[in-house]
């Protein structure tokens, strides 16, 4: 017998000797939703009629500076950190609407790809001849949009939606409600008449708590209350059917009474399993209750990330532990001294060497002026739970 005969006889393996039943296909792991991979995001500032004039370099704001997460199918993650820290700039730049300076996003499953393999193959071989920065790079059945041009993007789009966070400037108010709500399926071409389009917009006005659709779809943005407003908002999200939700602040400018309705909306969206949604809040206590996974954000950078129950419980980072000090407990004696955070945030243009929090740390010492620290595990039984302090 030759050498090569065992190995071939270990790739011609019948289905019953591996494990699986004759007619079981093999499994394929799929990828996250979304992979986020050390992206960076500028803006460059305008120099003026002097630097102009004296050639000044242009100076760069560093909104998002190597941010790094994933996001999965029937999974909510919570972006969460002060005003300014670059949680927006990071739901922009996934969503297409800021170019990344560097790193990639991909997103999985979006490309209309044909099941055979030489329909994939043709697939990628139109988007490789449509790409803005160069080839497509396809991960499995991801694909990085960073490197689409606009005109392929676009039919992605509608498996990425956004809620804003302002109801009152999202809905335009010349339009009623159910003509703000079939506008994106007008843009996208969804429904093949009037009459389904219709059925499309009942449907998603149910979806997101606007019982009976009938008392709302004719109403002008002015007649409803802002929680109606953002429910609106949500159903012209939901109409298009999307994978991927992002929710800036959805709830920051509405009532407290009216945010438990709309928070249990989305939390009910995202456990039917075929959505995953980037929530950005600066609320801890929300992020606690209703995301899976939060990352905390400072100065365009991720401090820490983990389970939801373990950021909260058991905090590291110190930037975590201020944030989460300031949140009202319900239980009166169980009462901390609130931790004010001293100073302001440094300018993004020129980050501080280092750690870029050591200048409001309170524990900071001398080594964080000069090592400016990578996320790593916190301790080998929370292997998820990562932050980025030398002195955890």
Do not use: W
Not at 327 to 343: E, F
Request: charged share 25%; net charge neutral; glycine share 6%.
């Amino acid at each position: 017998m030759s050498q090569d005969q065992p190995a071939q006889a270990a790739t011609t393996a019948s289905p019953e000797q591996d494990g699986r039943g004759p007619s079981e296909p093999p499994q394929v792991e799929r990828p996250p939703l979304l992979q986020v991979r050390d992206l960076h995001t500028t803006y460059p500032i305008r120099r003026g009629l002097i630097g102009a004039i004296r050639r000044l370099p242009r100076q760069l704001v560093n909104a998002v500076d190597g941010v790094s997460f994933t996001l999965d199918k029937g999974e909510m993650v919570a972006l969460v950190g002060e005003s300014g820290c670059g949680k927006t700039s990071t739901a922009q730049t996934i969503l297409r609407m800021v170019d990344s300076t560097s790193g990639s996003i991909l997103v999985a499953s979006q490309l209309p790809l044909e099941d055979t393999e030489e329909g994939r193959r043709r697939s990628r071989a139109r988007s490789e001849k449509r790409t803005r920065k160069g080839q497509v790079v396809f991960d499995g059945r991801a694909v990085d949009i960073t490197k689409l041009e606009d005109k392929t993007m676009r039919p992605l789009r509608r498996q990425i939606q956004m809620i804003y966070q302002d109801p009152y400037e999202s809905l335009d108010p010349r339009f009623r409600v159910g003509q703000a709500i079939e506008e994106p399926m007008l843009i996208h071409h969804v429904g093949k008449s009037d009459d389904e389009r219709h059925e499309i917009v009942v449907s998603a006005l149910v979806r997101a708590g606007l019982t009976p659709p009938e008392l709302y779809i004719d109403r002008f943005p002015h007649e409803l209350s802002g929680g109606q407003r953002q429910r609106a908002a949500i159903a012209a999200s939901l109409v298009l059917d999307p994978e991927l939700l992002v929710a800036d602040e959805p709830v920051s400018m509405l009532d407290v009474s009216v945010r438990a309705g709309i928070l249990t909306l989305l939390d009910g969206l995202r456990r039917s399993g075929k959505m995953g949604i980037l929530m950005i809040t600066h609320d801890l206590s929300t992020a606690a209750h209703f995301a899976d996974r939060i990352a905390v954000m400072y100065l365009g950078r991720i401090v820490e990330q983990g389970p939801a129950k373990q950021v909260v419980r058991n905090p590291q980072h110190p930037y975590t532990k201020a944030l989460l000090s300031v949140v009202p407990k319900r239980d009166p004696r169980d009462r901390t001294v609130p931790q004010i955070l001293q100073g302001e945030t440094p300018n993004p243009v020129n980050i501080p060497p280092g750690c870029r929090f050591h200048p409001r740390c309170p524990v900071a010492e001398a080594r964080c002026k000069t090592i400016d620290p990578e996320l790593h595990v916190v301790t080998p039984d929370e292997p998820e739970h990562e932050a980025a302090c030398i002195l955890v």
